[in-house]
């Protein structure tokens, strides 16, 4: 194997590792969180405890294993983590796929959730908080849009799919998503958030800036949070019809998109399925995958 090929390898094991320590953070956090807030008499609203997870669990992972790879070399940093300013035609485009694309993973997540309904016997809806007062709209900003866009896209797009990447960009887009998905571990939306996840690489891609995978994840996040209590209300008389629309203006604009020319190479120095393959069954990613599954029943027993 040459030095280069070793050093990805190496690189590739480590993000895994990294994964692993993410998620255990978001474990010990969460149940920490969850056991705290039992013994409040006036528990903080669901948005505050929600950016405090996200801070502790991946915000503090991420800052450390960047210092400890990176050694404060800025300059390498801003390269490998796309962080070059994002030109605002592509971020017109981000936002508008966010907006739409929500559209579009609500409609993938209707066979799961259809399923899930009828083994389940009652609706599989998401767990999060509805915003619907002001307060909490702007909560919910700050909690489900900004920190997780910011964070997450970091950790997804800056740290994951740069390591990636440099190996393989299919497998870079391909990897990223599945990761995000099962991380999320909500069966029903698991179709709508892979799509989220190859949608956020695809941005990073065209753009060649992390800010424009933000800016997509940010509103997509904002429609998600809206949705519900304040656009739903508005479009029910004519719901099929918004979908249709929203789905045609994501199509546009998403070959729109594909039509710009790819600031980024496009990598093969592994091959793209036997890199997915060997990096979901190995030791961290596995480990991880059944920590997040525990996570899950063990907060749903708590309830």
Same mark, same amino acid.
């Given at each position: 194997?040459?030095?280069?090929?070793?050093?990805?390898?190496?690189?590739?094991?480590?993000?895994?590792?990294?994964?692993?320590?993410?998620?255990?953070?978001?474990?010990?956090?969460?149940?920490?969180?969850?056991?705290?807030?039992?013994?409040?008499?006036?528990?903080?609203?669901?948005?505050?405890?929600?950016?405090?997870?996200?801070?502790?669990?991946?915000?503090?992972?991420?800052?450390?294993?960047?210092?400890?790879?990176?050694?404060?070399?800025?300059?390498?940093?801003?390269?490998?983590?796309?962080?070059?300013?994002?030109?605002?035609?592509?971020?017109?485009?981000?936002?508008?796929?966010?907006?739409?694309?929500?559209?579009?993973?609500?409609?993938?997540?209707?066979?799961?959730?259809?399923?899930?309904?009828?083994?389940?016997?009652?609706?599989?809806?998401?767990?999060?908080?509805?915003?619907?007062?002001?307060?909490?709209?702007?909560?919910?900003?700050?909690?489900?849009?900004?920190?997780?866009?910011?964070?997450?896209?970091?950790?997804?797009?800056?740290?994951?799919?740069?390591?990636?990447?440099?190996?393989?960009?299919?497998?870079?887009?391909?990897?990223?998503? #599945?990761?995000?998905?099962?991380?999320?571990?909500?069966?029903?939306?698991?179709?709508?958030?892979?799509?989220?996840?190859?949608?956020?690489?695809?941005?990073?891609?065209?753009?060649?800036?992390?800010?424009?995978?933000?800016?997509?994840?940010?509103?997509?996040?904002?429609?998600?949070?809206?949705?519900?209590?304040?656009?739903?209300?508005?479009?029910?008389?004519?719901?099929?019809?918004?979908?249709?629309?929203?789905?045609?203006?994501?199509?546009?604009?998403?070959?729109? #998109? #594909?039509?710009?020319?790819?600031?980024?190479?496009?990598?093969?120095?592994?091959?793209?399925?036997?890199?997915?393959?060997?990096?979901?069954?190995?030791?961290?990613?596995?480990?991880?995958?059944?920590?997040?599954?525990?996570?899950?029943?063990?907060?749903?027993?708590?309830?």
């Amino acid at each position: 194997m040459s030095g280069n090929k070793y050093e990805l390898r190496k690189q590739m094991k480590s993000v895994r590792w990294m994964i692993f320590w993410v998620v255990l953070a978001q474990f010990a956090a969460q149940i920490a969180v969850e056991a705290v807030v039992s013994f409040m008499s006036n528990p903080p609203h669901e948005y505050i405890r929600i950016a405090v997870l996200e801070i502790i669990s991946i915000g503090v992972p991420i800052m450390v294993y960047a210092k400890t790879v990176w050694n404060g070399n800025g300059r390498k940093i801003k390269q490998e983590m796309c962080l070059q300013r994002c030109n605002p035609g592509f971020a017109l485009l981000a936002a508008i796929l966010g907006i739409t694309g929500q559209f579009v993973m609500m409609i993938l997540n209707v066979p799961a959730n259809y399923i899930l309904s009828a083994f389940q016997g009652t609706d599989a809806t998401n767990s999060v908080a509805v915003a619907v007062e002001w307060y909490e709209v702007i909560l919910g900003i700050f909690a489900v849009v900004i920190i997780p866009a910011i964070l997450e896209e970091f950790w997804m797009r800056g740290i994951i799919f740069s390591a990636y990447n440099r190996c393989n960009t299919k497998a870079a887009v391909f990897f990223t998503a #599945l990761i995000f998905a099962l991380l999320h571990l909500r069966i029903n939306e698991f179709a709508g958030f892979f799509f989220m996840g190859i949608m956020a690489s695809l941005v990073l891609i065209k753009s060649g800036s992390i800010y424009g995978a933000m800016i997509y994840h940010a509103f997509s996040n904002l429609t998600a949070l809206l949705f519900g209590a304040h656009i739903m209300p508005k479009i029910i008389d004519y719901i099929w019809l918004s979908f249709a629309v929203m789905v045609i203006i994501f199509i546009i604009t998403l070959i729109i #998109l #594909l039509k710009q020319k790819s600031r980024m190479n496009n990598n093969k120095v592994f091959n793209s399925a036997s890199l997915v393959i060997t990096s979901i069954f190995s030791m961290p990613v596995l480990v991880s995958v059944a920590v997040v599954v525990l996570k899950y029943f063990l907060l749903n027993m708590a309830g």
